[in-house]
């Protein structure tokens, strides 16, 4: 295993997002959910999110420190707070050429 993925340069953590039921969203909650999507770009921890356009929920990539601050982030999203979403997270190691496949290539 190469240093860079030990050190966590090719970790990103995955959240993904999952309706609980009976819950639903409103207007005033998304747009909670957008500032929160917002503050994580401002603090450069926001990879990519959006919806699944195949399946209910969605999904948040973000760069953490470790699995602690990951969760402590998940559980700051308004769709997390207010009970309406439920989600998993995940440590999502990134094979690429850069670290030659997770040091396999």
């Known amino acids: 295993m190469s240093n860079s993925v030990e050190n966590g340069q ?3 953590y995955v959240i993904l997002l999952s309706m609980n039921p009976g819950k639903s969203f409103n207007e005033e909650l998304i747009r ?3 500032a929160h999507l917002r503050e994580l ?3 450069g921890k ?3 999110c959006g919806p699944f356009a195949d399946y209910p929920g969605g999904m948040i990539v973000i760069e953490a420190a470790d699995l602690e601050e990951a969760r402590a982030l ?3 999203d308004p769709f997390v707070k207010s009970g309406t979403e439920n989600y ?3 440590a999502w190691e990134i094979s690429s050429e850069e670290n030659n ?3 396999m290539g």
């Open 10 to 12: 090719f970790i990103k």
């Open 32 to 34: 909670e959910h957008v």
């Open 41 to 43: 770009q401002a603090m």
């Open 46 to 48: 926001l990879v990519m």
């Open 74 to 76: 998940a559980e700051r």
């Open 88 to 90: 998993e997270l995940r």
């Open 101 to 103: 496949h997770l040091g």
